[in-house]
């Protein structure tokens, strides 16, 4: 299911977020060097799109660009046909650790970027986006009293709260124990489901990668470039043994070029 | 038997106290009053109203210098910690003005403002100013770039971005400054009185002195300092220890 063409656009949707031969490249001592270059890709409405990579190739420098909050030396970004040049709240990033501010209780967290709302109608979305990340109980608990995995459904509920168009997510659970980073990926699933936002998730975890996406885009090592896109053609929810994930899993473990024999 | 934690040091100090009185007794002489005798000699400054009317006004000059230094030192230090050019451009002024001690400005102190409070809550101020700039520049830097690009994140105005995310940010290290360099005015307070005022702890122990060298009033005074400095410290630690002020030692 790879295809070779970077440019893939699932057929009858438009596509909303386009990035076009994308570079960046820093100076450091007087030389050149590329982080990313020439990256192609069409994102549709609600798509949910992984970015994979080895590790150091510039997964986090490219979400960073695509989200606003450093600025490409080449090529473009664009919404809805409207460059990206910064942050915005329509785009919200998700960090991989203490991405909530401390000093505000979780309700305090969520309602971050409601201050332009009344405030019946931000309390109304607080407690709305509290009961989708399922922290009810915990809207007065500040952050230090919180495990990791209760503190991403924080930082998700605060980007879903603002009603952005795209979540950018870097390595969100990447920080978490492995068993709350496979629950936490079905409550991505889940509340992505119900939320229907396009989602660009960048990850190192190749089978996190399988289960969440419709699209995994693999980078090459630095400067890395689009190396292949695989489409992952099974419906949720996924049986993570059935045949076809496995060997979707092999072909991106290829791509990536490491052997799956150990 | 176990002790309690609190009464710990209620028994050190009363253990402390009795072998003091015990030594004194046993080798009576002129170099230094016993317990007892200090705690006469503050007997004898409440039943003068000496006592309040000293501590009042030592605690008054505090307040002012401190409160200046605070209200001068910490928006203007959050500010070059912020633009790293303006505090290229003030880092050395700030380095060979810091190390000169308080005490050596009571001259230039007098010079300006007279014998009197202002003299002295000028000599708290300049005690404090340094410690407190240095403070709020060294909290600016240590805030983690996660909160800005947060903050930014959400689109807020330079003025909203200053009060939701760099003030709550830096407010646990501005505590602990705040709450270090209020033992360093409660420390210059002292000297400036035994020079430049007629009233306040520090003109106490230096009045006693010299009016019939009244040991066992210039002990009191100091004991009374102590115990004055412990309870700003108690204080101050009291407010570090608010929930939403608190956060900085959990969340490193």
Known sequence: MASTEAVVTEPGTRPKLRVEHLGMVYERDGERVAVFEDINLDVSESEFICIVGPSGCGKSTLLKVLAGFLSSTSGSVTFDGESVNGPDPRRILVFQEHGVFPWLTVAGNIGFGLSKLSRAQREERIAHYVQTVRLEGFEHTYPSDLSGGMKQRVQVARALAVNPHILYLDEPFGALDSITRVIMRGELLRIWQSERKMVIFVTHDIDEAVQLADRVVVLSSRPARIEDVLTIDIPHPRNISSPRYLELRDELLKLIGLAYEI | ????????????????????????????????????????????????????????????????????????????????????????????????????????????????????????????????????????????????????????????????????????????????????????????????????????????????????????????????????GLLLDLGMRSIENIKSFHWSSSEG
């Open chain 2, 1 to 228: 038997m176990k002790i309690p934690v609190w009464l710990r040091p209620v028994l050190l100090i009363t253990a402390l106290l009795v072998v003091w009185q015990v030594a004194i007794d046993r080798h009576p002489g002129q170099l230094l009053p016993g317990p007892i005798g200090v705690a006469l000699g503050i007997l004898e400054l409440l039943h003068h109203g000496l006592l309040i009317k000293y501590v009042v006004a030592s605690l008054f000059r505090v307040t002012w210098g401190f409160g200046l230094a605070a209200l001068a030192a910490i928006p203007f230090g959050l500010m070059l910690g912020w633009h790293r050019r303006g505090e290229m451009a003030f880092y050395p002024l700030i380095q060979v003005f810091r190390p000169i001690s308080p005490l050596a400005w009571i001259p230039i102190a007098i010079l300006w403002f007279g014998v009197g409070d202002l003299a002295a809550i000028f000599l708290i101020f300049v005690g404090c100013f340094f410690p407190l700039l240095l403070t709020a520049m060294s909290a600016v830097h240590g805030i983690p770039a996660v909160y800005f690009n947060a903050g930014r994140n959400f689109g807020l105005s330079p003025s909203a971005f200053v009060s939701r995310v760099l003030y709550p940010a830096v407010v646990p290290q501005l505590l602990i400054g705040l709450r270090i360099t209020l033992g360093i005015a409660w420390l210059v307070v002292v000297a400036a009185e035994m020079i430049s005022v007629n009233s306040g702890l520090g003109f106490l122990i230096v009045d006693a002195r010299n009016a019939g060298n009244r040991y066992d009033l210039v002990v009191a005074g100091m004991v009374i300092i102590g115990t004055i």
